[in-house]
């Protein structure tokens, strides 16, 4: 799956440093379309890689000064009502001027692989707070962590994971992590095995945002997953939507005769609540419960809140 960029004397450059330079910028371009696939340089390009340039360099500069935080959201068992897992999710605090949504900057971290510095970070980070509330006594609680499709293509993925894991003296119970549908899809053989190293390493692995992909029942069977996320836009209009209604309860039921564990995203209201339990869902995630929070703030939730949802 190579990926291929062009560029053409005269016109692209006059010294071979511009030429070669213009090539790795059509190449780059070539990478993000998808790979396996050639593209000629054009001046367009030369602004898109210039924007590029100038995210790149602010995420390093994040990096290197600690401008990154983690907020933990409460994942709530809907049967006893406690907080059994947190997920971490990132922030950044940019120049101390407050803080940018993921989503906002994950792509761009993507794309110039700075995800991966940016990815060890937060699981290595997720663990340590993991280890801090086990230690408060917390003795089962464990972490969330979501994996891009990048940093799930990492060949030793599942040893640096074990590795993370011990620098904090966790087991591999404390750590779930979550992969979107598409990172899987994009090359099924290799998730296949990655999945599978993975689970060997004792480690689960939860789909995200389900139901948003495309492939989502063949790799139910296939994948080692033990849990799926039923994406909020499912959960939203559940108590309004007579077909959304369905879905979730087709979803719940067959999470259960699979094995698998199920968590419904964005829970937002008592009524989304109600169903879910009527329906037999086990686990729900949403601001009804908490937003996510700063783990201090959490830390007052983990200690009164226990068995009150
Ligand atoms: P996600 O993993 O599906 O995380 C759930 C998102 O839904 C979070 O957005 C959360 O704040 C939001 N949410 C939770 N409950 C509710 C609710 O009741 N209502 C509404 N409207 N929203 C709710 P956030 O924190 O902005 O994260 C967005 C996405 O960014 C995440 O989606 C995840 O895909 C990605 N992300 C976050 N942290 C990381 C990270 O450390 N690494 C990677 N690769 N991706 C991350
Ligand atoms: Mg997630
Ligand atoms: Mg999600």
Same mark, same amino acid.
């Given at each position: ?42 001046s367009?390009?030369?602004? &898109? +890689?210039q924007? !590029?340039l @100038?995210?790149?360099?602010? *995420? ?5 000064? %600690? /401008?990154?935080l ?7 068992? &809907? +049967?006893?009502? !406690?907080? @059994?897992?947190?997920?971490? *999710? ?5 120049? %101390? /001027?407050?803080?940018i ?7 761009? +971290? ?28 917390? +003795? ?15 060949k ?13 003296g ?22 296949a095995?990655?999945?599978?190293e ?9 789909t ?9 029942l ?30 979730v ?27 879910l ?29 226990q068995?009150?949802?």
């Amino acid at each position: 799956s190579p990926s291929i960029g062009i560029s053409i004397f005269p016109e692209d450059g006059a010294t071979a440093e511009h030429l070669i330079k213009n090539a790795d910028i059509a190449m780059y371009q070539a990478k993000a379309g998808g790979r396996d696939q050639y593209r000629y340089f054009t001046s367009e390009m030369n602004t &898109l +890689a210039q924007r !590029r340039l @100038t995210l790149e360099h602010r *995420l390093r500069q994040g990096l290197a000064e %600690g /401008e990154f935080l983690l907020h933990y959201q409460p994942e709530v068992d &809907l +049967a006893t009502g !406690r907080i @059994t897992a947190v997920e971490a *999710l990132v922030r950044w605090n940019y120049r %101390g /001027e407050g803080e940018i949504s993921p989503a906002e900057f994950i792509p761009a +971290a993507e794309e110039t692989g700075l995800i991966l510095p940016l990815g060890e970070w937060v699981l290595a980070e997720a663990c340590r707070q993991i280890r801090r509330w086990r230690d408060a006594g917390h +003795a089962s609680l464990s972490v969330a962590v979501n994996l891009s499709g990048r940093q799930f293509r990492q060949k030793d993925l599942a040893q640096r994971i074990r590795g993370i894991l011990a620098e904090s003296g966790l087991g591999a119970d404390a750590l779930e992590l979550e992969i979107t549908e598409s990172s899987v899809m994009e090359n099924p053989d290799r998730a296949a095995v990655i999945l599978r190293e993975l689970r060997a390493a004792g480690i689960d692995v939860a789909t995200d945002d389900f139901g948003t992909g495309y492939s989502s029942l063949a790799y139910l069977k296939r994948f080692p997953i033990g849990k799926l996320k039923i994406d909020r836009s499912f959960v939203r209009d559940i108590t309004t939507d007579k077909d959304d209604a369905a879905i979730v309860g087709a979803i719940i039921a067959m999470t259960e005769n699979l094995g698998l564990r199920v968590v419904a995203e964005g829970v937002e209201t008592a009524e989304q609540l109600a169903f879910l339990r009527a329906h037999g869902c086990g686990y729900g995630q949403g601001y009804y419960f908490s937003r996510p929070l700063p783990a201090e703030a959490l830390d007052r939730l983990l200690a009164v809140d226990q068995g009150r949802f």
